[in-house]
């Protein structure tokens, strides 16, 4: 699984669609990185590969103080899954290679 670079991510979310930058790097099952978009930059937290599925979370302050639970695949060149929105409950992200 080639996790490690940047990710051009759409996340749907009840104020439209939000874009953002995401950066990944994997070391064994742990998972780092960094988020940016329209929120600002944030780190990528509690990151881990598990079998062909990778999860994180990220805490965005803008608009809002959110903590964002990602889980999600690999597929090629794209990424895609789900995103738990604190509480707002779950919505769907993709992305592709950037």
């Known amino acids: 699984m080639a996790v490690d670079g940047k990710w051009n991510v759409t996340i749907k979310t009840p104020m ?9 790097k994997q070391e064994g099952d742990a998972l780092s990185g960094e988020m940016s978009g329209a929120m600002g930059a944030v780190p990528v937290e509690n990151g881990r590969v598990e079998g062909d599925r990778l999860k994180w979370s990220t805490k965005v302050t803008s608009p809002m103080p959110i903590t964002l639970e990602f889980d999600g695949a690999l597929s090629g060149a794209d990424i895609a899954g789900n995103v738990k929105l604190g509480a707002f409950g779950t919505s769907t992200f993709s992305g592709t290679a950037a």
């Open 16 to 24: 439209g669609e939000q874009k953002a930058v995401l950066t990944l």
